[in-house]
């Protein structure tokens, strides 16, 4: 099977922002996980993986395929389901995506009925096709968005933080439709939602300020903080000064009580409890150390 290799892809904006520094990653089939905070270059990255701009220097691969050199041969398997993504209020699903499968080149009106009726099935709208698109929910809309993009069985696709908006009922749902799709695709989410990929995903990588902080399985990602990491109840009025004292990656209200995490390499104290980490643990604590 064919990876997508990214190797040192760089672009800066002509206003100055350097929104990917020399970005290298290796990307198998199943669901890819890209997550950091916004203005991280996330959706830099998947336009530019989508040919919808040009990179300053590096180069990415799909399989034999040199996919900055050969655009229009990417495009031919490529899924995409951009952040903002608009629909026709009036049509239906079923009319607009015969319409969208009509420009993706699928002449043959009885082909194209059986594949528009098969990825109607596959996202769940079949029953609803011939309600109008702007009666759609945000989930039902995102799926429309998977069903198009699936249109021409693609190798690759890309989803830009998608679930934003989807409530917990529709998100998981989603979740569940791409990790269907990633069983036989490279699948490349991006989020700024640690939940997002903790479930989701088999590999990931964390993107801040345009530079990959590190890339690997939730679980190895999660042991880079094995051992360092402390938890402490606390005082409301307290956190300002262990803000100041420790390095705080995390702080929150459990229960009414000020619950604080602490990343260090020594044990901080009798009063800190060991504690095994989780993935939004080392996110927080790769983008506040970055
Ligand atoms: P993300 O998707 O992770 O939120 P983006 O790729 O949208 O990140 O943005 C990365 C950085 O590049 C941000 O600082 C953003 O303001 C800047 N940026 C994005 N698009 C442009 C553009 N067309 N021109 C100038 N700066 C841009």
Redesign the pocket.
């Known amino acids: 099977m064919e990876n997508l290799i990214i190797t040192g892809l760089s672009k800066t904006?002509?206003?100055g922002?350097k929104?990917l520094q020399h970005v290298s990653l290796q990307i198998p089939k199943g669901m890819f996980g890209l997550l950091?905070?916004?203005?991280?270059?996330?959706?830099?990255?998947m336009r530019t993986l989508a040919t919808l701009q040009e990179a300053d220097s590096g180069s990415i691969q799909l399989g034999d395929l040199n996919t900055l050199e050969h655009p229009n041969e990417l495009r031919k398997v490529l899924g995409y389901l951009p952040q903002q993504f608009g629909v026709y209020p009036t049509l239906s699903s079923e009319m607009l995506l015969n319409h969208l499968a009509v420009l993706k080149g699928i002449i043959n009106r009885k082909e194209r009925k059986e594949i528009v009726h098969a990825l109607l099935h596959k996202v769940n709208l079949y029953e609803v096709r011939t309600q109008k698109l702007g009666e759609f929910s945000g989930g039902m809309k995102q799926r429309f968005g998977i069903a198009q993009a699936l249109l021409n069985n693609p190798k690759l696709l890309i989803v830009d933080e998608p679930t934003a908006g989807l409530d917990p009922v529709e998100r998981n749902r989603f979740y569940n439709l791409l990790s269907e799709v990633g069983e036989q695709t490279i699948v490349i989410l991006?989020t700024h939602i640690v939940d997002d990929v903790k479930e989701l995903c088999p590999r990931m990588a964390i993107i801040n300020k345009?530079r990959v902080i590190i890339q690997g399985n939730p679980i190895q990602i999660m042991e880079s903080l094995q051992g360092r990491l402390y938890e402490k109840t606390i005082h409301k009025n307290e956190l300002e000064q262990y803000k100041k004292e420790y390095q705080v990656i995390s702080d929150r209200l459990y229960l009414g009580r000020q619950l604080v995490h602490v990343v260090s390499d020594t044990h901080p104290g009798p009063t800190f409890k060991s504690i095994e980490a989780n993935l939004e643990d080392v996110y927080m604590s790769q983008i506040l150390n970055a």
């Not at 950091?36 to 990255?45: D, Q, R, V, Y």
């Open positions: 904006y002509s206003n922002v929104a950091g905070p916004n203005g991280a270059g996330k959706s830099t990255l991006s345009g």
